[in-house]
């Protein structure tokens, strides 16, 4: 069975610009949920969707939003870019949501100048 | 209250010693508690978590410890082996339609060998 994959795995971006990563969960997967992984802040969750809905959302700004297709493949995108959200943007999926075991991609780098 | 603290920051162990890690929480309503392991390059890989129903879990050498009343939990590593050298984060998330986790800010293990 293939496991998580995310795209792109490196990305640099320049203040202002807009970024959209994308992941695509383990078949019969319906959960996707993502995650920002900084040395100083550690893993930090940004939110959830299980069948096409957001169902769960941490503490980030409206600038980080996404979405989920029918197929279960999830998109984020981060609008205005921020220095600090260079990062690794790692998303996970599981069968129904984030209490069983989550299963992540290899994440992607996003570097902001 | 969302916090869940994590130490030591790192750790380095004999082969064959024991490795512990300990977590704390401060969320009462937190009913789920995995531990993630992290190589280099990769995204985390769940190995093992724990309700609060039971006070100990053990899989392999791998084995959870939990305290409700003193709202602690922790891995030990029994028998630790070079290729455990990685970071280690616990976590703990709630159920139901608050279903978030919140990550503690990892373990940095090196088994010297």
């Known amino acids: 069975k293939a496991g998580v994959t995310q795209t792109p795995r490196y990305l640099i971006k320049t203040r202002g610009q807009q970024v959209t990563l994308s992941c695509s969960p383990i078949?019969?997967?319906?959960?996707v949920s993502w995650y920002q992984q900084t040395p100083g802040q550690g893993l930090q969750f940004l939110f959830e969707?299980?069948?096409?809905?957001?169902?769960n959302k941490g503490n980030f700004p409206g600038r980080f939003s996404g979405r989920q297709f029918s197929n279960s493949r999830s998109e984020m995108n981060v609008s205005t870019l921020e220095l600090g959200d260079s990062a690794l943007y790692l998303c996970?999926?599981?069968?129904?949501?984030?209490?069983?075991?989550?299963?992540f991609g290899p994440g992607t780098r996003l570097l902001v100048l | 209250q969302q916090q869940v603290k994590q130490s030591p920051q790192s750790l380095i162990v004999q082969k064959g010693g024991i490795s512990i890690i300990n977590c704390a929480y401060e969320?009462?309503?937190?009913?789920?508690f995995p531990w993630y392991q992290q190589f280099p390059g990769k995204g985390p890989a769940l190995l093992i978590a724990?309700?609060?129903?039971?006070s100990e879990k053990k899989e392999g050498r791998f084995t959870i410890s939990f305290n409700k009343s003193a709202k602690q939990f922790s891995l030990h590593i029994m028998d630790s082996q070079p290729g455990d050298s990685a970071t280690y984060f616990c976590?703990?998330?709630?159920?139901?339609?608050?279903?978030?986790?919140?990550f503690g800010k990892g373990t940095r293990l090196h088994i010297l060998p």
């Open positions: 996970a999926s599981s069968k129904q949501g984030i209490q069983e075991t989550q299963y």
């Open positions: 078949s019969g997967h319906r959960s």
């Open positions: 969707y299980f069948s096409e809905t957001q169902r």
């Open positions: 969320n009462t309503a937190f009913d789920y």
């Open positions: 724990i309700r609060p129903d039971v």
């Open positions: 976590a703990a998330s709630k159920g139901n339609r608050d279903d978030k986790i919140i």
